[in-house]
């Protein structure tokens, strides 16, 4: 006599129950899942695509080092920009600038990157900066030096 | 034509949560084209910006290019 579980069995799967998990992996029901999932690594690849080999070695510290004629910028992902002035570079400066869309981090730096580098004045007129510092390693907003 | 092998001509890469999305065209008068063309222009009435890949570096453009390579939307960004 057929178990309970052999009876059930076989009025939802007929008499041979399917291989493998009973529920599939939620990726094979939509596919979009994996391509939500690998939205951070598709960002990654992006910003090291638009970077400069010099750039690319800032990456893994941390930070992303822009630079331009008068500055030296230290992208972090999430938003905050700090830069220090070539002329005066006992002192830097921390900018809070964001992306008005809800990016990866990696995005996020590329766009601070792309502004800066594309259209700087209008980056600088736009970011807020929220405060001086000067270069004093107790500091808890202290920049360290980073050996590239 | 080999799928494997086959790339198209023109791509133009949008940012978003989720990463970015890429779309391509092979022709300018392709309704992939006007697709792209219509993302593009809805990216910069809401502020944000667009980059060309040129032979000296990159630049901005302010009028969507069918016949550009690669082109990077880049979202707006204002003062936190």
Known sequence: ?148 | MNPQTYAPKHAMRVMGHSGHETLTWDKPDSPEAREAARVFIEHLTNGGAAAVETPTGRDIIRRFDPEAENILLISPYAGG
Request: a neutral charge; proline letters at 9%; charged letters at 25%.
């Open chain 1, 1 to 148: 006599m057929a178990s309970f579980a052999e009876v059930i069995a076989d009025m939802v799967w007929g008499s041979k129950p399917p291989e493998g998990p009973a529920w599939p992996k939620r990726s094979r029901i939509d596919p979009r899942i994996d391509h939500l999932r690998a939205g951070p690594e598709r960002a990654h690849a992006l910003l090291m695509e638009y970077s400069s080999p010099a750039q690319r070695e800032t990456i893994p510290h941390g930070f992303l080092r822009v630079e331009t004629t008068g500055y030296r910028y230290y992208i972090r992902t999430g938003g905050s920009v700090y830069t220090m002035d070539r002329n005066n570079p006992q002192f830097y400066y921390y900018l809070c600038v964001h992306a008005l869309q809800d990016l990866p981090g990696a995005d996020e730096a590329l766009v601070m990157k792309l502004a800066i580098e594309l259209d700087e004045p209008r980056f600088l007129y736009l970011a807020n900066r929220i405060n001086t510092f000067r270069r004093d390693p107790s500091s808890t907003y202290f920049v360290p030096d980073v050996p590239f």
